[in-house]
């Protein structure tokens, strides 16, 4: 591994940049969250952009993709380097109340794309849940905990910052709780993985009820002069809805999404259209209706739909690489099977540099 990021164990007081955080959030499991942010942080990077990933996940699954570990013993061998090498260590010095300052991460780099970087997640980043729950709920009047609600998003920060980091694009645990709570609220835009079926339908009027209870915390936080006087403020922002990406469908004529994913497909664009959106407006949290228009969207219309990877997932684990620039020996393919499954990946290339050009598009829309 590369150690030279060691060097980064203080940051200059003028060299600070503030990254654009994305969190990739839905609740319910099984939606491609993990995919979708390795190919689309791989492809934003491929554009330019220099994309902190961050593994918010205690299943650690970004982490494996991205390093290529099969087991638990690979991934073992970064935590047992020295220095701060993933994301519970990272916090440790707030929520062990630890005297010492919240320092970067030292992020692991991918060798074949320079501008991709990884903040390696931690089973144990679940043990800070119950800490920190607390904290969003009495730090208003306990001083003690007045450091915990801002320190994740303070250690993002300054990990992006040593690294001079574009976009830090979040991974986050299919739940509902504190965690969750404080990435996405703190958080300056957000993304909302799919798939095709009832649950994801349901889903969406959760999502509803939830987020803006979630900006609701926030706005009451940031009114808490407990928590703008801690060592490490929580960020003045408002959370915008980028759109939903749907994924994971069975296709037909090579192209369109079969008849019964179809179905579900316009039900959670009527879903997002009626319940969903309406609730993000009354908080604030949806951009001008002409950013949307401005990347050839309507309200509500998925910002990224395709097909499931199918064959492809294993390939890409395997070989730390997105789904759309495997080489034919990585497919372990030849004949007619190498030549469908090569006009697959130029069609997921297509559709993640589309989704790419559009996030960097309304990300920096009203700049």
């Known amino acids: 591994?590369?150690?030279?990021?060691?060097?980064?164990?203080?940051?200059?007081?003028?060299?600070?940049?503030?990254?654009?955080?994305?969190?990739l959030f839905n609740?319910?499991?099984?939606?491609?969250?993990?995919?979708?942010?390795?190919?689309?942080?791989?492809?934003?990077?491929?554009?330019?952009?220099?994309?902190?990933?961050?593994?918010?996940?205690?299943?650690?699954?970004?982490t494996g993709m991205?390093?290529?570990?099969?087991?638990?013993?690979?991934?073992e061998k970064i935590y047992n380097q020295p220095g701060i090498r993933n994301i519970r260590d990272g916090l440790a010095p707030a929520f062990e109340s630890k005297p010492i300052p919240l320092s970067p991460v030292i992020c692991?780099?991918?060798?074949?794309?320079?501008?991709?970087?990884?903040?390696?997640?931690?089973?144990?980043?679940a043990e800070y849940e119950t800490t920190l729950g607390i904290a969003q709920e009495?730090?208003?009047?306990?001083?003690?905990l007045q450091n915990l609600p801002g320190a994740l998003s303070h250690l993002f920060q300054i990990t992006a910052s040593a690294n001079d980091v574009d976009i830090i694009l979040v991974d986050m645990s299919p739940s509902l709780g504190p965690i969750n709570q404080n990435i996405l609220s703190t958080s300056n835009f957000f993304l909302v993985p799919m798939a095709?079926?009832?649950?994801?339908?349901?889903?969406?009027?959760?999502?509803?009820?939830?987020?803006?209870?979630?900006?609701d915390w926030l706005t009451k936080a940031l009114g808490s002069k407990v928590l703008q006087e801690a060592t490490y403020p929580l960020p003045n922002v408002a959370p915008k809805f980028l759109g939903t990406i749907v994924q994971k469908y069975r296709i037909r004529n090579e192209k369109t999404p079969s008849t019964a994913f179809q179905k579900w497909i316009d039900e959670i664009e009527s879903k997002v259209t009626k319940t969903l959106l309406p609730a993000l407006a009354e908080k604030g949290m949806l951009l001008?209706?002409?950013?949307?228009?401005s990347v050839g969207l309507k309200m509500g219309e998925p910002l990224l739909q395709m097909s499931d990877f199918n064959g492809l997932i294993a390939q890409s684990q395997k070989h730390s690489a997105p789904v759309f620039a495997l080489t034919d020996e990585q497919l372990e393919q030849t004949g007619i099977v190498?030549?469908?499954?090569?006009?697959?990946?130029?069609?997921?290339?297509?559709?993640?540099?589309?989704a790419a050009d559009r996030v960097i598009k309304l990300i920096n829309f009203s700049q």
């Open 1 to 23: 591994m590369d150690d030279s990021n060691d060097l980064f164990g203080s940051i200059e007081p003028n060299k600070k940049k503030t990254s654009k955080q994305i969190a």
């Open 27 to 62: 609740h319910k499991g099984g939606v491609s969250k993990t995919t979708t942010a390795f190919n689309l942080g791989w492809m934003l990077a491929e554009k330019g952009q220099k994309v902190l990933l961050v593994d918010c996940d205690p299943q650690c699954n970004l």
């Open 66 to 75: 991205f390093l290529g570990f099969t087991g638990v013993e690979d991934i």
């Open 108 to 125: 692991e780099k991918m060798k074949k794309q320079e501008n991709l970087l990884l903040l390696p997640g931690h089973i144990g980043l």
């Open 138 to 144: 009495l730090s208003g009047s306990l001083v003690t």
């Open 196 to 215: 095709p079926d009832y649950f994801s339908v349901m889903a969406t009027d959760s999502l509803a009820s939830v987020l803006p209870k979630w900006r």
């Open 288 to 293: 001008p209706e002409a950013a949307y228009k």
């Open 338 to 354: 190498l030549e469908r499954t090569k006009k697959s990946m130029a069609q997921f290339e297509g559709l993640f540099s589309q």
